[in-house]
DNA sequence: GATGGTGTTGACTGTTTGGTCAAGTGGCAT
DNA sequence: ATGCCACTTGACCAAACAGTCAACACCATC
């Protein structure tokens, strides 16, 4: 049971995290979810921060890891499945908006060990989907150009439009936003 | 001394909240901050909730206006008055990120009221970008085209920018997305 | 069937939190 | 000088918080 109980902590502290931010989160509601008493928890965390650290890593680092390399590692029309993605609203959740994000915004500034983490975490979002992008140089789908940087405004202008919905309640919003970078994009096409 | 203590708190508030989120910020630093007694703030303020409120409102509302309405009510060179805004750098606090997109992203799916306010705030920024953009239309900087949807995608990118910035610690990554931003927004100009 | 390690239980603690309140101050009008 | 009212003061409170701990259950292995 020992990887049962661990792993339901996990799930309930990223659940709890991403709904109302680290600060918000509280220990009685995680483990009320998880099913798990007190005492238990600090049998394998020594603290909500470390135990928080681990469900970021653990699950933000498998979604992005799966979704965006995904289509690197797949063969050929790496633009059309990319932008496919981006259109796919149910990949999104625009009430809570973007999971990275969320804890950029709240934690970066506040605390150091958070701001290493999602460091991280942003930069292997913006490295896979710079992978994306030099597939589709190598492809001929688009012109020869500085990728890191098309890969950093692509990311960058992506959580702006999460953001912006969730701002205005507007899913429309997201899409109207993603319109707008993929013809910027494809203002790369051709070589 | 009425007005006095009422703004030191709204100005104290401003800060707190912008440094550690609302969630985060504690009701004793504030008033410590602002030098002003427990039982004096609950004199001015019903609570911690509405005095956040009314301070986001307040310097926040006052600060888009100024800064992007004066462009507009500006004599010509809309964008290029627009782009230089932008760049410049003394106008942000990439540490802290903007305090419209943290509060944004903290609150919006956890309170209603928070959710009412930023939408609100974030409309008229977006609103007042439009403008310039309208204006840049008028004056023959910009082809005719949907501003609305432009001052959407600018703004979103913009806050996404501001985001990658804060990520990573690297202010050049604000400023290289916001030259991707300038020349999506130049493919606009002429005819 | 004793031993020991892994995991579980829930009562308990000390602090911090936002919020309350009765008593007091100072200036202004009458 | 008296009464009034906006404002101040800081002690106080209940609730929520993260974290501790001693006792216990289970299941190996010897």
Known sequence: MEQNTRQKLIDATYEEVY??????????????NAG???GSMYHFFPNKKEMALSAIKEKIAERFGT??????????????HFFEGLRDLK???????????????EMSNIDEDFNMAMKEIYAKFR?????IFDK????????SCDTAKLALFTTSALE?????AKASGETQDYLDCVECLISYIESYKHG
Chains 1, 2 share one sequence.
Do not use: M, T, W
């Open 19 to 32: 709904s109302h931010g680290y600060q918000g989160a509280a220990l009685a509601d995680i483990l009320a």
């Open 36 to 38: 798990v008493h007190k």
């Open 67 to 80: 979704r965006y390399l995904a289509i690197a590692k797949g063969e050929g029309d790496y633009l059309a």
């Open 91 to 105: 990949q999104r959740d625009f009430r809570r908006g973007c999971p990275v994000a969320n804890i950029v915004q």
């Open 127 to 131: 490295q896979s989907v710079k992978i």
């Open 136 to 143: 589709a140089v190598s492809a001929g789908e688009l012109r």
């Open 160 to 164: 702006g439009a999460i953001l912006a």
